[in-house]
């Protein structure tokens, strides 16, 4: 069902046409398709109790041939348009060909037709093929083929036609039959054989063919080279090609050829003409000579380019026909001609000076001519010059204006005259008269000019040489120097000959030599003073200097006279000299009110330094010392320059006490082997600031006397001040100044407060205060009393191990030579206590590596110089030092000095240009253990490890070594230098073997001591029982306090001062056995450790510890090494074979 609606929902192409008055309902289909083929049925909705009304109607549609196309069973030409209804065939007369026409699908099948031209053939001459195609199972279509069979003989037409009911006019494809043929021979047109052209001409060649199938293609050849395909197709069934040109004299005898081809010829139809060109030559040349000398017999020849024909040659000499000339005919390519006519004469004394020959070329069949020209020159010698102007040898003042005329007569062609000063060509004024040539020399004579010969000289062509005519000059002129200004530049104590070169005529009389001082009153005369006569002396012109001086820098004048007059010159003597600093280093402060030295925080500061010098120098400054560098963020440089002078100013922002030190100018301008250096020590004022390093002190109540140390560091002058209760009687106040090195800041003050009979009553807070006039600092320290609790131990270990002194710094090398060195340093902070010092060095091998090998120095005590013998020359070594008090040694140095010692002086064994103690001699010969040197006794405390009940525990070795009668090498000395632990010599073995202590429990050795003042005399040792402890430390001595307790007995060696050795030197390790006394059990005591005898003791202790070195650390091993033991520092490993 469609509706009822005009516009049916579900089919856009049907639309219901309604027209409701008439009653007519229309069913419009709009672009119909094939689907659209069937029954339909017009309904209309029945009336009550009426029956339906109904129609119905079948459509069918028509499906039009809406292509048609055309082909057969030979390829098409082509030429052919390439559309599907056009189709050209190309056969041979009689090939049979089958035309083939197809029309594509529609319905009803067509009716299909053949015509030639447009005559209908008989249905019987053609094929017709109906193939059904069926659409979606439904519609039917049929394509339609029609073929017809021909044998052709000449060119024909053929069309198909197809007719249908759904086309409003038939559909038509047409066939074309080209029956191939062979072209006619060409035909050639425009030129015919014995024609004549001429050069320019403009010729055109028609070449054609008729004829022939396809068409053909005509080429114009010239020369065998193809020149032109573009032909043309006519109506009448003939190609034309037309070349046009302009005819050359290269187209003289050229074959023009026309080729004719198609498809159909086995070769091209040709056909050739030869161009007969008609030309006069190009050009007429003659050659021959362009001068000659009278009576000279001479030949002219005259030569054409190639011409056709041949031309016919004249000759004219000057103005007039000669008919001597000889006449040759060449033939030249292309069939041309050349000719060449020669005319040959006597020159004669009636020939004009200049004789001209003309050679003319004709043609009759041209009418016209081609020539050419030629001059001849005859030519004769001039006449000798005369000169005019001049009487020889008659002075000549400078600067007057002379006039010389040089005339000669005759002669072809005329002469050149030319001047010469010397070998020197000069311009002349030329002229030529009617009987010759002249030419006039003008100058002012100069001083250079005299005795200077001019010449004239006469050149002609007709002269194997110029004739010459000269004169000599003499001018008279006073004395002139070359060069008016000498400088020279010479070096102090330099020698030198200064030889001015002077001209003069007559020549000169009188020499003046005078040194230039000034400029007289009038500023137009100078103030001259005689020459030196130490350093200076005169011959003429000539200056002699020797050993010049820096004073003798200055301006020089001679004066040289003769009859004519005088003249001067000048010397400038510039005299170059080292660099030296002629002031010392000049302070200046900020504040224009105060003197140097500056305090800290002044805005800036100045330091000037004045140097003369010639040239100018290089001027730098340093500050001494390596720590001691200039603060180039603060400072800055700036020069002032004179002449022969120069100022550096170095200036200093925000002064800090850090800037103090000494500053070094120095100055190099190249003279010289080094430069001027010139030193000043500035000092900053500053207020004291105290080292606030030890703050608690602890001392029993029965010691004699205690010392507390207060130091600060100031400038200027640093005063002490102890604040106390009310005790001041029995208190000594010691202030000590500076202990620096000479050359140091001067900064560093010390007081000390000793407190003899120390009582109950001293305990408790002492205030120190160190000030100057730019204030002061202050600081509390703490007495306390010592009490027998593991409190004081902690104590012991937290402010005592922390005493020992610090590294040395500032170490420098005060003078060497090829054998020793004199060192110092600036000694660190000694723990409060009196400090000596260690040297290590080695030698640095070829290969630029240290050796591994450390040797040690030690200095005289108290002491911060040493001096370190028996070095090698001219070897680098490697220095740092160490300090040491009775609480342990320092780190080495950070900072090392690199020395390299002097060759070996020849005839010397030693230079003794330096300064050393009587001890340091002693130390450098003769070692630093004697023979009788006392062996050691150590009483170690082994430090507390803290576990989960809180308890500590200690363990004391006390040992003893025998003395041995045999001799100490000097090397065997045990040191060490690792601020972590002492060296092992004892293993864990041994202390199991005594009281069955844990594997554990490392040994170690406590250094010796020395007994000075502030030495107790009496010692103990310290028991304590509990867990065995891991870790180690050292304690010393001082354990005495403990009063309760009794001494150690002898068994138990003293601690043994040794006034002749400085404290630094360890125990020495012989290899015997050892008195041992070690309790595992029992309370905290101080016993004398009899419960062992020393035989018992020796028998279980056997010599068993060595030391290895693991890596870069020291660490102990023994017969018995423990898997998990702490490892610890100990000998270096330069030392390792002198522990025993």
């Known amino acids: 069902m469609t509706g009822f609606q005009s516009s049916i929902p579900g089919y856009p192409r049907f639309a219901m046409i309604i027209d409701a008055d008439k009653g007519l309902y229309n069913l419009r289909i709009h672009n119909t398709q094939l689907e659209d083929e069937g029954e339909y049925q017009c309904q209309v909705g029945p009336a009550t109790n009426q029956q339906p009304i109904r129609a ?149 060649l028609t070449c054609t063919s008729r004829r022939g199938y396809p068409p053909p293609k005509v080429i114009w050849y010239r020369d065998g080279t193809e020149v032109d395909r ?41 056909l050739a003409i030869r161009l007969n060109v008609l030309f006069l030559p190009e050009k007429v040349m003659i050659s021959g000579p362009s001068e000659a000398k009278l009576f000279q017999t001479i030949a002219v020849k005259c030569t054409t380019r190639p011409s056709n024909p041949p031309p016919r040659i004249s000759w004219f000499v000057d103005g007039n026909v000669s008919s001597s000339g000889t006449i040759e005919t060449k033939g030249a390519d292309k069939n041309a001609w050349i000719v060449i006519s020669t005319l040959t004469l006597t020159i004669t004394s009636k020939d004009p000076s200049v004789k001209t020959f003309m050679c003319q070329a004709e043609s009759s069949a041209l009418r016209d001519v081609v020539y050419a020209t030629h001059k001849l020159t005859v030519i004769y010698p001039p006449n000798i010059p005369t000169l005019l102007g001049h009487s020889e040898g008659a002075p000549i003042e400078v600067g007057s204006l002379k006039k010389y005329k040089c005339t000669t007569l005759s002669g072809n062609p005329a002469p050149t005259l030319r001047w010469f000063r010397k070998d020197r060509e000069i311009s002349g004024i030329s002229s030529v008269t009617g009987s010759g040539v002249s030419s006039e020399l003008v100058i002012r004579p100069e001083r250079e000019d005299n005795g200077v010969t001019y010449k004239c000289e006469a050149s002609s062509i007709a002269l194997t040489h110029p004739y010459e005519v000269s004169f000599t000059l003499n001018v008279q002129f006073k004395p002139t120097f070359k060069v008016y200004e000498t400088r020279l530049l010479l070096t102090e104590g330099e020698n030198k000959v200064v030889n001015l070169s002077l001209k003069a005529n007559p020549r000169a009389e009188r020499f003046l030599w005078r040194k230039v001082t000034g400029k007289a009153a009038n500023e137009l005369e100078e103030q001259t003073e005689a020459l030196p006569s130490n350093s200076m002396r005169t011959n003429e012109s000539t200056l002699y200097i020797w050993n010049i001086s820096r004073n003798e820098s ?60 010639n040239p100018a120098s290089k001027i730098q400054w340093a500050k001494e010392g390596k720590e001691q560098n200039i603060d180039w963020f603060r400072a800055k440089l700036k020069e002032q320059k004179f002449p022969h002078f120069q100022t550096s100013i170095l200036t200093i922002a925000n002064v800090s006490r850090t800037d103090a030190g000494t500053y070094m100018c120095s100055a190099f301008n190249g003279i010289g082997s080094s430069g001027a250096v010139k030193k000043t020590l500035l000092r900053v004022e500053y207020k004291p600031t105290l080292l606030k390093d030890v703050q608690k002190v602890a001392a029993d109540v029965r010691t004699d006397f205690v ?74 320290i703490e007495l306390l009393k010592k009490t027998a609790t593991i409190e004081y131990v902690l104590y012991i270990y937290e402010h005592y191990i922390a005493g020992v002194p610090d590294s040395p710094t500032w170490i420098r090398c005060v003078n060497y030579s090829h054998d020793w060195v004199l060192l110092e340093w600036k000694p660190g902070f000694d723990g409060g206590m009196e400090q000596s010092f260690r040297i290590r060095y080695r030698k640095v091998t070829h290969d630029e590596s240290p050796d591994t090998h450390f040797e040690y120095h030690y200095a005289a005590p108290g002491s911060n110089r040493a001096v370190i013998e028996h070095l090698e020359p001219d070897s680098e070594y490697h220095f740092t030092v160490s300090g040491r008090n009775k609480l342990g040694e320092s780190l080495m140095s950070r900072e090392f000095v690199k020395i390299k010692t002097k060759r070996f002086p020849p005839g010397n064994t030693r230079i003794n240009s330096v300064y050393a103690s009587a001890d340091e001699h002693r130390l450098g010969q003769n070692g630093l253990i004697s023979e009788n040197t006392p062996f050691i006794i150590g009483c170690v405390v082994v430090s507390f490890v803290v576990f989960s009940s809180l308890s500590a525990f200690i363990v004391i070795y006390c040992q003893r070594r025998k003395r041995r009668e045999t001799t100490v090498k000097k090397d065997a000395v045990v040191d060490a230098t690792s601020d972590q632990s002492p060296f092992l010599i004892s293993s864990n073995s041994t202390l199991q073997g005594i009281c069955n202590c844990e594997s554990s429990v490392p040994v ?106 693991v890596g870069p650390e020291y660490v102990y091993t023994s017969h018995s090494a423990h898997t998990g033991h702490p490892t610890l520092s100990t000998v270096p490993e330069e030392e390792m074979e002198e522990v025993v």
Not at 91 to 112: D, F, N, Q
Not at 234 to 255: C, G, L, P, R, Y
Request: charged share 25%; glycine share 4%.
């Open 554 to 613: 200055g301006k020089y004048k001679i004066e040289a006279e003769n009859s004519i007059g005088e003249s001067h010159a000048y010397v400038l003597i510039d005299v170059h000299y080292s660099a030296s600093i002629v002031q010392p280093i000049n302070v200046i402060t900020s504040s224009a009110k105060r003197e140097p030295p500056p305090e800290e925080g002044d805005a800036y500061i100045e330091l000037h330094c004045r140097i003369q010098s």
């Open 56 to 204: 119905s109607s079948k459509l069918s549609v028509i499906v039009p041939v809406k292509s048609l196309t055309i082909s057969g069973s030979k390829s098409e030409s082509s030429s052919s348009s390439k559309k599907p209804n056009v189709y050209i065939a190309e056969v041979r007369e009689g090939e049979k060909v089958i035309l083939i026409c197809a029309a594509s699908a529609s319905k009803p099948t067509p009716r299909m037709k053949w015509f030639r031209k447009n005559t209908e053939l008989l249905a019987e001459a053609s094929r017709t093929y109906y193939n059904k195609t069926v659409i979606k199972d439904k519609y039917v279509l049929f394509t339609t083929e029609s073929s017809i069979i021909l044998y052709p003989k000449t060119d024909e037409q053929y069309s198909c036609e197809v007719q249908h009911a759904g086309l409003i006019k038939p559909l038509r494809a047409t066939a074309f039959i080209n029956i191939l043929t062979v072209p006619e021979p060409p035909i050639i047109e425009g030129f015919r054989d014995g024609d004549a052209v001429t050069v320019s001409e403009t010729l055109t």
């Open 707 to 780: 010392k507390l140390l207060c130091e600060a560091k100031a400038f200027p002058y640093a005063l002490f001040n102890w604040t106390v209760d009310s005790k001041q009687t029995k208190y000594k106040i010691i202030n000590l100044d500076n202990f620096a090195s000479a050359d140091a800041a001067f900064d560093l003050f010390r007081s000390e407060l000793i407190i003899t009979q120390l009582s109950e009553s001293d305990f408790g807070k002492f205030r120190c205060v160190a000030y100057n006039h730019l204030g002061n600092d202050f600081t509390d």
């Open 230 to 270: 573009s032909y043309i197709i006519t109506n009448k069934n003939e190609v034309i090609n037309s070349h046009m040109f302009v005819v050359t004299v290269d187209d003289n005898q050229a074959v023009y050829k026309c080729a004719v081809s198609n498809s159909q010829t086995p070769r091209p139809l040709e």
């Open 1004 to 1109: 170690v050795v406590v250094p010796e001591t020395r007994e000075d003042e502030h030495q107790f005399q009496q010692n103990k040792c310290l028991y304590f029982a509990g867990t065995i402890i891991v870790s180690l430390t050292v304690v010393t001595a001082d354990f005495l306090l403990f009063s309760d307790y009794k001494e150690c007995t002898t068994k138990l060696l003293p601690l043994i001062a040794i006034a002749s050795q400085p404290d630094i030197l360890m125990n020495q390790i012989k290899d015997e056995s050892t008195n041992l006394a070690i309790c595992c059990e029992g309370q905290f005591k101080v016993d004398d450790c009899s419960e062992f005898d020393s035989e018992e003791s020796a028998s279980m202790t056997g010599r068993s510890s060595r030391v290895t070195v």
